[in-house]
């Protein structure tokens, strides 16, 4: 079946995803330098930056965007019971749904706000606790994790999620995005192609991966058994979560950004006998991939680290592609954007290799 490898179908000034060499430019930053600095408000500044005419800057931006989250929250409200009903990114889903579709900067910090309050509303009903409100004066990361948690967020908690809300905001022309740019290029607006995008990314084979790293390292258990659990699933015929990548031809640098954003999370005490148990898999998993399939480019990729950082920072894993949301939607954004100025009607040809009329006796 054809694909659109290696077709380019839009020039960006977002992202440069080089595969063969293991390197991700976002604006011009490698993205270890934004995993190890940035926060959920600067990335959005750079991301959005020229894409809005009134887009505020600095401290502003960020008090717009805690406004959003409380602004968001009050509307949302009365919905919250029934949604979280569905699964957490099918309630995900809906309740972006009830945003009004403008083209505006108001419906783009709505958008922002939208994963970070209904991702911690949704998990708390779903376990039978009341949800918490925004507060508008604390940073994204640190409101998301007080509003799941209920408690103050450690300065070394919110570091780990900026980390990864960073790793993640753009990766150029991926199902989800350029899902979104599709639905952009009809003018269709900014809710209607983080819809598109959201839709794309609920699928296991893109933002629903990261959970199942944390069923094989439940089942491994212990570092002595990785070698031959490893081997008897290569030997079912079934995938190492957490290795190998569609473009990457070598180690995804997003894997090692999130490992090292984990770090001070084991240090304070978070799930350090999993990040332990993570590294030994690491290891062993490459090693037997590098005997059983030589040749294949099967390294880490950032679902792996990724699952291990969110389940320390208390995401069930039924919600991690919520989380991967609140990642990637100022990428999303900053795509439709980009493609309602500056682009046109995205609309590919089709090759068809149906049935040729019957010709009549």
């Keep these: 079946m054809p694909s659109l490898d290696d077709v380019i179908a839009a020039e960006t000034v977002l992202s440069d995803v080089d595969g063969a060499n293991g390197r991700l430019i976002i604006r011009g930053k490698p993205v270890e330098e934004l995993a190890r600095s940035a926060t959920a408000e600067s990335v959005a500044a750079l991301l959005l930056e020229g894409f809005f005419d009134d887009m505020p800057k600095g401290q502003k931006l960020a008090t717009a965007m ?18 979280a009903s569905l699964s957490p990114v099918e309630a995900l889903r809906a309740g972006m749904a009830l ?28 376990r039978g606790e009341q949800p918490l409100g925004p507060d508008p004066r604390a940073s994204q990361a640190a ?21 990864y809300l960073a790793t993640v905001c753009e990766h150029g022309l991926n199902a989800s995005t350029f899902a ?25 084979l893109h933002g629903g991966a990261p959970g199942p790293v944390l ?36 180690r995804d640098p997003r894997a090692d950004a999130l490992k090292a954003a984990l770090r001070p999370l084991g240090i304070a005490g978070a799930s350090g006998g999993r990040l332990a148990l993570a590294e030994y898999v690491e ?36 919600s991690f592609t919520c989380v991967f949301v609140a990642g990637r939607m100022p990428g999303w954004i900053a795509h439709a954007r980009e493609q309602e100025v500056g682009g046109r009607l995205i609309r590919p040809q089709s090759r068809y290799v149906g049935p040729a009329p019957q010709q009549a006796a």
């Design 66 to 83: 805690g406004a959003a989250r409380l602004r968001l929250f009050r509307r949302l409200q009365p919905h919250l019971a029934a949604i």
């Design 99 to 126: 945003i009004p579709d403008g083209d505006d900067l108001d419906t783009a910090l709505m958008l922002l706000a939208a994963p970070v309050v209904l991702t911690p509303a949704i998990i708390r009903l779903r």
């Design 143 to 163: 409101d998301m994790l007080r509003m799941l948690s209920g408690v103050a967020a450690t300065d070394a908690a919110s570091r780990a999620l900026n980390a």
């Design 180 to 204: 979104a740019r599709i639905a952009a290029s009809t003018k269709a607006g900014l809710v209607s192609a983080a819809m598109a995008g959201i839709s794309a990314l609920k699928g296991p």
């Design 215 to 250: 069923d094989m390292l439940d089942a491994i258990g212990q570092a002595g058994k990785a070698e031959a659990w490893l081997r008897q699933a290569l030997g079912r015929g079934e995938r190492l979560m957490g290795f190998g990548h569609r473009i990457y031809r070598v």
């Design 283 to 318: 290891r062993a998993a490459l090693d037997v991939l590098h005997k059983e399939k030589p040749g294949r480019p099967l390294e880490t990729n950032v679902e792996f680290y990724t699952a291990v950082l969110l389940d320390a920072l208390g995401f069930p894993s039924d």
